[in-house]
């Protein structure tokens, strides 16, 4: 993926989808977000577009 635009979501279900189980960090972790300059979201809707495709994929292979 380039730019802006979904790709933690595309990340995160592939995680789940390969085994990996979620635990909750409540009250266990800290969560630092950096500040930084907005970036290019002009790949916002193709990035959509590959999460999409990546739920497809793991559909189908899961109904074969």
């Known amino acids: 993926m380039t730019g802006w635009g979904h790709e933690d979501a595309e990340f995160v279900f592939r995680m789940q989808h390969s085994g990996v189980l979620r635990?909750?960090?409540s009250w266990a972790?800290?969560?630092l977000h950096l500040w930084h300059?907005?970036?290019d979201k002009s790949?916002?809707?193709r990035n959509r577009r590959l999460?999409?495709?990546t739920m497809e994929k793991y559909r189908d292979a899961a109904g074969s």
Do not use: H
């Open 23 to 25: 635990r909750s960090g």
């Open 29 to 31: 972790t800290e969560v």
């Open 37 to 39: 300059q907005e970036p």
């Open 43 to 45: 790949n916002a809707e």
């Open 51 to 53: 999460v999409l495709a």
